[in-house]
T-cell receptor
Framework: AQSVTQLDSHVSVSEGTPVLLRCNYSSSYSPSLFWYVQHPNKGLQLLLKYTSAATLVKGINGFEAEFKKSETSFHLTKPSAHMSDAAEYFCVVSDRSGGSNYKLTFGKGTLLTVNP | GAGVSQSPRYKVAKRGQDVALRCDPISGHVSLFWYQQALGQGPEFLTY????????KSGLPSDRFFAERPEGSVSTLKIQRTQQEDSAVYLC?????????????FGPGTRLTVT
């Protein structure tokens, strides 16, 4: 079974300061991990993905995440927040087990607010 | 290019009514998924199609939920005798399912409110 825990339901930062959104996962097999962003009234958009290649993954809009197997973590970071980063962020796992390698399991989400 | 589209964007139904939600996937995407997102929660998997074949419906919450994709493109999620607990945003996603990518492209969702 696979699961995801997003450690913060809400993170608030000031514009120009670093962003850290924390995610821990549980998976029986070698997982694929993703971060999706959801802006109000918009579809979920893929920020970045880890699929057993490089452990430091770079995504769109300056975001990156590091896969740490020993810590079962996949935290999302950005050096400098922009007002347009305000949105809901979801950490997602797919463990490719038992043939259901398409099934995505989402965390509960972290709401990021960016203050001017 | 065109992304995944869903209609209607908003639907209000009285308890007990039947509803049908439509999804138009990205052209050429063979895989299609439905998810349910309750308020304040992450999306949860409902069902999966590869072309017209429904390969997994393990996430459908009850036999009142039914999904189809008869020609391997457009899909419809039908909910019979709606209940208040069905109120949620229903998301559709499509994918090519390339090896090692599994990237799913999501539509904007249909917000269903059952009164």
């Amino acid at each position: 079974a696979q699961s995801v825990t997003q450690l913060d339901s809400h993170v608030s930062v000031s514009e120009g300061t670093p962003v850290l959104l924390r995610c821990n996962y549980s998976s029986s097999y070698s997982p694929s991990l993703f971060w999706y962003v959801q802006h109000p009234n918009k579809g979920l958009q893929l920020l970045l993905k880890y699929t057993s290649a490089a452990t430091l993954v770079k995504g769109i809009n300056g975001f990156e995440a590091e896969f740490k197997k020993s810590e079962t973590s996949f935290h999302l970071t950005k050096p400098s927040a922009h007002m347009s980063d305000a949105a809901e962020y979801f950490c997602v796992v797919s463990d490719r087990s038992g043939g259901s390698n398409y099934k995505l399991t989402f965390g509960k989400g972290t709401l990021l607010t960016v203050n001017p | 290019g065109a992304g995944v589209s869903q209609s209607p964007r908003y639907k209000v139904a009285k308890r007990g009514q039947d509803v049908a939600l439509r999804c138009d996937p990205i052209s050429g995407h063979v895989s299609l998924f439905w998810y349910q997102q309750a308020l304040g929660q992450g999306p949860e998997f409902l069902t999966y199609f590869q072309n017209e074949a429904q390969l997994d419906k393990s996430g459908l919450p009850s036999d009142r939920f039914f999904a189809e994709r008869p020609e391997g493109s457009v899909s419809t999620l039908k909910i019979q005798r709606t209940q208040q607990e069905d109120s949620a945003v229903y998301l559709c996603a499509s994918s090519l399912i390339r090896l090692l990518t599994y990237e799913q492209y999501f539509g904007p969702g249909t917000r269903l409110t059952v009164t």
